[in-house]
């Protein structure tokens, strides 16, 4: 059975940083991604990386703040995120492709973590 376990979640201030984890049980993904979400709005792409070669992709917003990267000994990945804004604050999702070398939107993932809140202060 396939489980994403995200961890390292919590409240930060503003400029500070966190690091996100999520360990993947039950198998591996040819892709990993990091999406979040706030109420009332859809879940958005915050950055991917491909398994075996370690290519990144990210969203525009995000890009040079937050780095996605993976362990493959320990079969997690991480999201490293710097200079926290106040509107970063979202639940955070881990989310594993099985065929797609790199991906960027919900529909092209096959399972889910269930969510780690963060919270940035001002």
């Known amino acids: 059975q396939v489980q994403l376990v995200e961890s390292g979640g919590g409240l930060v201030q503003a400029g500070g940083s966190l690091r996100l984890s999520c360990a993947v049980f039950?198998?591996?993904?040819?892709?990993m991604g990091w999406f979040r979400q706030v109420p009332g709005k859809e879940r958005e792409f915050v950055a991917a990386?491909?398994?075996?070669?370690?290519?990144?992709r990210y969203s525009d917003s995000m890009k040079g703040r937050f780095t996605i990267s993976r362990d493959r000994a320990k079969n997690t990945v991480y999201l490293q995120m710097n200079s926290l804004k106040p509107e970063d604050t979202a639940v955070y999702y881990c989310a594993a492709a099985k065929w797609r070398s790199i991906a960027s939107t919900t529909r092209e993932y096959d399972a889910w973590g269930e969510g780690t809140q963060v919270t940035v202060s001002s």
């Open positions: 990386i491909n398994w075996g070669s370690g290519n990144t």
């Open positions: 039950g198998r591996t993904f040819s892709s």
